[in-house]
């Protein structure tokens, strides 16, 4: 954010936000009219409830059981098992909260979500990364790590997985169908002296381009269906597929997480915005958000292919560059010779925002700062907010910048 301020002149690839253009501006007007009645008006805009209202939350449950293709563990989830949140960050922040202790040890993906590297620092957790590649992490990875902290005899202070599931950010990798139950059955596996929680990050998966959808990895914990402790939390949101401004998140949690994470929401806010979450609910019971979320789909596609096109036009002339085709969310993960370090003390990094004038995410900051053999020479590109020539654009830059440090360092 602050390189954002200090580059304001940059076309920058660096933002993850979502393209104002699509924003659901009328399509909020409409559902707030209709809500703001002198019958139902004061209803939404009084307290809601810390996990969300019943009402609301069968709606929420709904749309849940419908991307679960009508799964039966859907079917018949608890609605008071939801819990409704602003925005799926806060659902993230909570349960860490609930589940770290300081020295606690968290697995994650290699790369992940930088943000959250950064709530795991905050509540004193260590974070270890596992082997992942285009099929998502990989159980075999997870496994052998696991078996290492078993024998040093670090395991008891394994309390969580983290898996960013679908078009991932910052790799726009999903974890495959194979992999899914496999990653589940890794974590239970672990689990049978103490709890290992695995907390799926599904915030990109409805923003899914080509091939065909994919059942959630919380969909494998069949323990949501037996009177035993669970395994999986789930994490979505509505902030990339409607709006990040409504701030309304969903999640499923074990029952054994349920009242130590709604005491700490509890602490923080009451409950998440009535008004906001009954706008959400409002535009899927009525289909809108259906067919918002395909304009939406419409759109990315587009603008995916498009720096796509532009990575094949600029940069395959460019010896050592490689990248990741996604087939969602709003990144793409592209590496560089080894000789050409990204990080923001870079010189590519000054040569693109000072001369070339474009903007990235450099790639080291999606692993733990802790772990010495992160690569320095990647970067995370954003396609979210940029126009289609605007993105050519910026590829175009980006190769300049990249062409002028590898003339540098040749000579």
């Known amino acids: 954010m602050q390189q954002g301020v200090e580059n304001a002149d940059c076309l920058s690839l660096a933002a993850g936000l979502v393209d104002p253009q699509t924003l659901p501006v009328e399509l909020v007007k409409e559902a707030a009219d209709q809500i703001l009645t002198p ?17 609301l939350r069968d709606v929420f449950k ?44 968290c697995l994650v993906a290699a790369p992940t979500y930088f943000v959250y590297l950064g709530v795991l620092d905050g509540v004193g957790a260590q974070t270890i990364p596992v082997h992942t590649d285009g099929d998502g992490m990989c159980p075999q990875a997870l496994d052998e790590k696991l078996a290492e902290l078993a024998e040093a005899g670090q395991l008891h202070r394994v309390k969580m997985v983290y898996v960013v599931s679908y078009h991932d950010n910052p790799a ?5 169908n194979e992999r899914r139950p496999q990653l589940v059955s890794t974590v239970k596996k672990w689990s049978q002296d103490q709890q290992i929680f695995l907390l799926e990050d599904a915030a990109y998966r409805e923003l899914h381009y080509d091939g065909p959808r994919q059942r959630s990895l919380w969909s494998y914990d069949d323990s949501y269906s037996r009177d035993e402790d669970q395994t999986v939390i789930l994490s979505q949101t509505f ?32 409950g998440s915005t009535h008004l906001s979450q009954n706008i959400v609910a409002s535009v899927l019971q009525s289909g809108a958000y259906a067919k918002h979320v395909q304009r939406l789909i419409d759109s990315y596609r587009e603008k995916r292919d498009a720096m796509l096109a532009a990575a ?22 592209m590496t560089l010779p080894d000789s050409v370090p990204t990080g923001f003390s870079s010189r590519l990094f000054e040569q693109a925002t000072s001369v070339d004038k ?10 733990p700062s802790s772990w010495e053999e992160r690569p320095t020479n990647q970067m995370r590109l954003s396609y979210g907010v940029l126009s289609p020539a605007d993105l050519r654009e910026s590829m175009r830059r980006l190769a300049a910048a990249v062409n002028t440090v590898l003339a540098e360092s040749a000579s």
Request: hydrophobic share 40%.
């Open 39 to 55: 019958e139902t008006g004061p209803f939404a805009l009084q307290y809601g409830t810390t996990t969300g209202s019943d009402g």
């Open 62 to 105: 709904d749309y849940l059981s419908e991307l679960e293709d009508g799964s039966p563990l859907a079917a018949s989830l608890p609605a008071g098992q939801i819990m409704l949140t602003t925005g799926s960050q806060q659902l993230l922040a909570l349960v860490s909260q609930a589940i770290f202790n300081p020295g606690d040890i």
């Open 172 to 176: 726009g990798v999903s974890v495959s």
């Open 239 to 270: 902030s990339k597929s409607f709006s990040p401004g409504i701030r309304v998140g969903v999640g499923v949690l074990p029952r054994q997480l349920l009242k130590p994470v709604a005491d700490l929401k509890g602490n923080e806010d009451f």
């Open 312 to 333: 094949e036009e600029f940069f395959t002339e460019i010896p050592g560059v490689s990248w990741l085709h996604p087939q969602g969310g709003l990144y793409v993960w």
């Open 358 to 367: 474009v903007m990235y995410v450099p790639g080291e900051l999606c692993y």
